[in-house]
Structures are given as structure tokens and as C-alpha cells.
């Protein structure tokens, strides 16, 4: 069973294949996906890595965890599973929000 792994303290400008590369080192890497803004495009600065030997990925996680990578101190361990968000919908986030006034109220010029 593949581990998927969780890279946190990635410099801004590093890319997919820069990830790759730094666990291959440790061993088969079967994939490396670098977590962009979705609006701008730019790293959010994390992403993950699957690595399908598990002996291999804990010796990359031993190894790079707290490491320096592009002058950034690297967060490496197992990723948790995505936890369920609710879903919002429009605006405000489907929170309710209340009485917020309107006309009649105090000072109203309406």
C-alpha cells in the first residue's frame, strides 16, 4: 500500500518535478502534486507525494523532516485524510446572519 506523505515549507517558486526529485532519492515516487492558489496559481507553499514502498517513504520522512530546502525549513510526515467541510453556499457561507437592520430602523433616512 502507497504512503502519502505531506511537505509543508516549500518555497514559493519550487515545482512539481523539484519534488520528485528530492524523494526520489530515498525511492520510487509514484506521484508529487504541488497545492496552487486556484485563483493566481502560485504555490501555497505545500503539497504531497505518494510513495508506493512504505519503508522508503518512512525513510524520507525520517530524513527530510526539518531539513533546509530553498532556505525554508521543510514539515514532512504522513498526510491525515481530507476531513469532510461542509458545504456553504453563496454568500455569507450559509451562516445565519441575523437581523442586520434595514429600513425603519434608527437612523434610516429611507
Known sequence: MSKRIYV???????T??????????????????????KYSG???GFGFVEMPNDE???AAMEKLNGS??????LTVNEAR??????????FGGGRDRGDRGGRGG???KW
Open 106 to 108: 434608527y437612523g434610516d
Open 56 to 58: 522508503e517513504a518512512m
Open 68 to 73: 533546509d530546502f530553498g532556505g525554508r525549513k
Open 16 to 37: 512539481e518535478e523539484e519534488m520528485n526529485g528530492l524523494f526520489a532519492a530515498y525511492g520510487q515516487v509514484s506521484s508529487a502534486k504541488l497545492i496552487t492558489d
Open 8 to 14: 509543508g515549507g516549500l518555497p514559493f517558486k519550487t
Open 42 to 44: 502560485q504555490s501555497r
Open 81 to 90: 485524510p481530507m476531513e469532510a467541510r461542509p458545504r456553504s453556499g453563496g
